[in-house]
């Protein structure tokens, strides 16, 4: 059988009050669920007095679960706004997605879950920072149904010849019952539908007793017809705005000792639909990353030291393009990576309100 997208473009189009109507409501069960599970468990700490390291770890993971579908809303709010600009660029499918798989590896690897990828090089002309987000998107949606491995593969349709993604995961085992299926319509998959209507790709998704097989192809794929075109003839939008890209669901990890630190980098960086972890050492910044990787680290200069370089040096090895920013102790300049033979960039305590977004939005878009 076939799995459908409950946004799909005729629904969009045709019925959109009634499909926002569903997505909220998704929301809010989406939302109660793991906030539910939490609070019994903050019922039982306050009755008790006690929790065990299991009990605590699953606390965190049930508001860090809560906390992604409150994102995921937020990005299906700029959706619903169309008021999204779009900026295409020439891009290669498989080195994108390889970047985003590099990226997402360890937190992948943390769920037991193998990725599997067969590519060739094929180009599109696509908004980056929307690919971008499309890639993330169908790899939480993959991760949260596939039982132990994901496979991606890049290919391009005979006629028409149109670049395509696809990604295949086992769901559900022969022997399972239907309550152990995993939703395969969650906000992830409404998420994938939306963004994919608003790049005007082609989605589709095949399902039978065990396997999803989804499938995005893209009409606007290079060929020898659009070889001779210009950057001018391809840029259908503004690229210096921070519409064009968007940083919504990307994730920072700040390292501040200082409570006062914390929240002038909260108040800074509150209206970027960011994802903001925040720790209080070093130490705490390497147990964060064993897990998964943020997009960026943001650190006060107090920490920088041999354990913060060695942190670098190790997330570079696997992403030489991963951003540091430092906030210095006084002043109010920006200055880029690179800048005066640093390999991180910077802004001062003074300036924060001003210079921390724009560092943000000038390294990250670098990743895209």
């Known amino acids: 059988m076939t799995a459908r997208p409950s946004l799909t473009r005729a629904t969009a189009e045709a019925e959109p009050l009634d499909a926002w109507r569903d997505i909220v409501a998704q929301i809010g069960r989406e939302v109660a ?8 468990r903050v019922i039982q700490l306050t009755t008790t007095g006690r929790i065990d390291r299991e009990g605590l770890r699953a606390l965190r993971a049930e508001i860090e679960r809560a906390r992604r579908v409150g994102m995921v809303g937020q990005q299906l709010s ?17 080195q994108t997605l390889q970047s985003v798989l590099t990226h997402r590896a360890r937190e992948v690897s943390a769920r037991g879950i193998q990725v599997r990828q067969s590519t060739r090089a094929i180009e ?55 309550g152990d299926e995993p939703a395969l319509t969650s906000l992830n998959w409404q998420l994938i539908g939306q963004i994919a209507h608003t790049m005007g790709l082609s989605l589709h998704c095949d399902t039978d007793a065990t396997q999803v097989t989804l499938t995005l192809e893209f009409a606007r794929t290079v060929n020898e017809a659009l070889e001779g075109m210009s950057a001018i003839e391809l840029d259908h939008g503004d690229s ?6 968007p940083l919504a669901g990307s994730q920072v990890l700040v390292v501040a000792a200082r409570r006062q630190t914390r929240q002038q980098v909260r108040d800074a960086i ?28 943001v650190f006060e200069a107090a920490l920088r030291g041999e354990r913060l370089e060695q942190l670098a040096e190790e997330i570079r090895t696997e ?12 002043g ?13 960039c910077r802004v001062g305590r003074d300036g924060l309100q001003q210079a921390l977004p724009s560092a943000l939005v000038f390294e990250l878009s670098k990743q895209f």
């Open 33 to 40: 669920e793991p906030l539910s599970a939490a609070l019994e």
């Open 78 to 94: 700029r959706f619903a706004s169309r008021r999204l600009r779009q900026s295409h660029e020439r891009l290669d499918l498989a």
């Open 124 to 178: 599109v002309l696509v908004d980056p920072a929307l690919l971008f987000s499309l890639l993330n998107a169908v790899l939480d949606w993959a991760a949260e149904g596939a039982r132990s491995s994901i496979d991606f593969r890049v290919d391009r349709k005979d006629w028409p010849a149109h670049g395509r993604i696809h990604c295949s995961f086992t769901h559900a085992p022969p022997d399972a019952s239907p």
């Open 240 to 245: 210096s705005t921070l519409n064009s890209k």
């Open 270 to 297: 509150s209206n970027m639909g960011l994802m903001i972890d925040f720790v209080a050492s070093v130490d705490e910044a390497v147990d964060f990353c064993r897990e998964g990787l943020p997009h960026a680290i």
């Open 319 to 330: 992403l030489p393009g991963f951003s540091f920013i430092e906030i210095a102790e006084e």
């Open 332 to 344: 109010n300049a920006f200055e880029i990576s690179g800048f005066n033979g640093m390999n991180h």
